[in-house]
């Protein structure tokens, strides 16, 4: 059995912050930079998605260095993005497509795969469906199922990425456990509310937990005990890209082991710090290094009371 099973498809980007640019295309992706960090803690993590055969040894080589099982499907062509920063701060960017690969059909996916104690739906654009998580849902009914929304509201206007709600999205919500937008997207599924209050609102809809990652600020968690908000740990900041995929991964490795939300949250914000440090997939993170870091943030964690 896995620790954590992350699907959605992995992309090959072009990557510019303020400090940093890719020497071509690297492997990234939600599901991708979450089965990693899994794989960096000492974790058994599985990786679905789909790929072209112009990356797909990379892929597997990659994810096996790292202690992941990957598990490919064909795709016509692999997805990526040139994703530029659009400010110093780093707080959002802009995404051209490089290419798109195709949808994830359930019938696909190798039945080994979800054997899982928890499964990181990530997707990157439109590959993961409403009646995919249905079935997902049928076939593990015991598998802790964490949503990052980034994908399920992207859409392609001129080539450019633009983020646009839809029905399918909050459906997705309601039958999971968790979802983890960053505050972007928050907005977006959201429109007129703070972040403790879209926390509270996912919480709300799912009744599990809901969480809003709001860049070098933290986190927001709500939950049965109510909402609390969680530190950044504060380093030097190369490239954001990645860390809510960091933060998901992490979340989902520590809640399997001693489930306790907040704490899973806690070290979430510990093991992305790591991602903001570096760039692409060899970023370096082990469990000693993220539990000190989980000392220093849990010192400074306040529930919320909203007004």
Request: with cysteine; aromatic share 10%.
């Amino acid at each position: 059995m896995f620790d954590v099973t992350a699907i959605g498809n992995p992309v090959y980007d072009i990557i510019i912050t303020p400090y940093v640019k890719t020497d071509g295309r690297v492997l990234s992706g939600c599901s991708t930079n979450a089965a990693l960090t899994v794989g960096k803690l000492g974790g058994r993590a599985a990786l679905i998605g789909k790929i072209g055969r112009d990356f797909v040894e990379n892929f597997i080589s990659v994810a096996k260095s790292y202690g992941v099982t990957p598990f490919p499907l064909e795709s016509r062509e692999t997805g990526g993005f040139y994703l530029r920063y659009i400010d110093d701060r780093m707080n959002d960017r802009e995404l051209k497509v490089l290419g798109i690969a195709d949808e994830i059909d359930f019938g696909e996916v190798p039945k080994e795969a979800l054997d899982s104690k928890s499964i990181v739906l990530g997707p990157i654009l439109k590959e993961i469906s409403l009646n995919f998580v249905k079935s997902l849902i049928q076939e593990n009914d015991d598998s802790l199922i964490i949503v990052d929304p980034q994908g399920l509201i992207r859409e392609i206007v001129d080539g450019k990425v633009v983020r646009i709600s839809n029905k399918e999205t909050y459906e997705v919500i309601k039958i999971t456990h968790v979802t983890k937008p960053n505050e972007h997207e928050a907005e977006v599924l959201f429109p007129n509310m703070d972040m403790p209050r879209i926390a509270r609102k996912i919480f709300e809809l799912n009744r599990f937990a809901g969480i809003v990652t709001v860049a070098d600020k933290g986190s927001y968690i709500a939950f049965d005990k109510g909402i609390y908000h969680v530190p950044a740990y504060r380093t030097v900041e190369r490239d954001p890209t990645g860390c809510g995929d960091v933060y998901a991964g992490a979340f989902a490795y520590y809640y399997i082991k001693y489930q306790d939300l907040l704490e899973s949250a806690i070290f979430a914000s510990a093991a992305a710090s790591f991602m903001v440090e570096s760039t692409g997939p060899d970023f370096s993170i082990d469990l000693k290094r993220v539990m000190e870091r989980f000392e220093a943030i849990q010192e400074r964690v306040k529930k919320v009371a909203l007004s």
